[in-house]
């Protein structure tokens, strides 16, 4: 049943979990057997992270980091960033996870800062990826989709904090956000 918010289903669950799938061969195919720590971007990178992790087939710990944007008039469009609990990367060879990359500043923040708490490699994976849109040249090694740009829900990603738990990838319909 397609929720009535969606206007059209770009990938279904099933086409995810293909997708999800193949992503995990490639990731396993770079990373030491000795494990990976994964990094999910809040909120929306959970899902994809916690199908990821179950495919990958590698010893995997997870830690989670959260991207704000900073809006006090002085810096516009820059990002605050901040480690959700602990998370203990230096050293350690880490994959980045994010649901999707739009202007790309959010995952440079996030890079950065991984980078800076001593991660001994970074690699960055990311379910959908808006092209159309970027703004910055961020390194992104593992893309499940390209998509239109247009305003997508569901799969973790949200509107005004529902249709998270949706579970394909569907165009939000604009009437939902403008108010018709
Ligand atoms: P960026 O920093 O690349 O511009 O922003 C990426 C973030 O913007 C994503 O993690 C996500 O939170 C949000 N975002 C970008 N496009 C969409 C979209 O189509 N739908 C939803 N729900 N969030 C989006
Ligand atoms: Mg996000």
């Known amino acids: ?75 516009p469009g820059a990002l605050l960033t901040s480690a959700v609990g602990e998370l203990r990367v230096a050293g350690r060879d880490v994959l980045l996870v994010e649901d999707i990359l739009d202007t790309g500043r959010s995952l440079e923040a996030v890079q950065a800062r991984l980078r800076e708490a001593g ?22 090694d593992f893309r499940g989709f390209e998509v239109p740009n247009e305003f997508l829900v569901g799969y973790g990603l949200d509107y005004a904090g529902r249709y998270r738990g949706l579970p394909y990838v569907g165009v939000l319909r604009r009437s939902v956000y403008e108010g018709v």
Not at 52 to 71: M, N
Not at 119 to 140: F, G, W, Y
């Open 119 to 140: 991660a001994r490699s970074l690699r960055t994976a990311v379910l959908l990826d808006k092209a159309e849109r970027r703004e910055v040249d961020v390194p992104v």
């Open 1 to 75: 049943m397609v929720n009535a918010d969606v206007e059209r289903i770009l990938f279904t669950e099933e086409q995810i979990r293909e997708r999800v799938r193949e992503l995990a061969r490639e990731i396993r195919a770079v990373f030491d057997p000795d494990g990976v720590y994964a990094v999910g971007v809040l909120t929306g990178a959970f899902v994809f992270l916690s199908d990821l992790i179950r495919q990958l087939d590698l010893p995997v710990e997870v830690g989670f980091v959260t991207a704000t944007s900073y809006r006090d008039g002085t810096r």
